[in-house]
Structures are given as C-alpha cells and as structure tokens.
C-alpha cells in the first residue's frame, strides 16, 4: 500500500466510521465491507448495502475462499 491509504483502512475508529458513513460509491461500500481491518466499519458498510444479491455474495465471500482451498488442497477441479 502507498503513503496514501483510503480513511476505511485506518486503525482510528472514529475516522473509519465516518469516511464509511461519508461513502455512497457502492462498489466501494462492497470493498469495505470486505475488506476493512475493523469490524464495525464492515458492518456500517453492509448496513448501507440494499442489492440483496450483493449481500448474499459478501456472507458467502469467507465460504468460498474456503471452499476454493480445500479443492486446490485435495486437488479437486469439479
């Protein structure tokens, strides 16, 4: 990561739910809801998240990943 990280990615609380509070762009909404170091900014996120299919895709994202690697573990490709 660079000298200029995005505010969500801050260990400062209080900076992180308000650049989360302050997001409308969705796509990063998504991101953050992936992706931020800090739980409550992540559910902030989702909380401003209404495409119900996006939803379900961020719940299932960590079963996935799981997923995927027990295959490539066992080396399993169906």
Known sequence: MGLFKPAWQSDNEEKVLKAVANETDKRKLVEIALKAPLDNARVEAIKKIND????????????????AEIRRYYDITS
């Open 52 to 67: 119900q299919s996006v939803l379900f895709n961020i719940a299932t994202s960590d079963y996935t990943t799981k997923l």
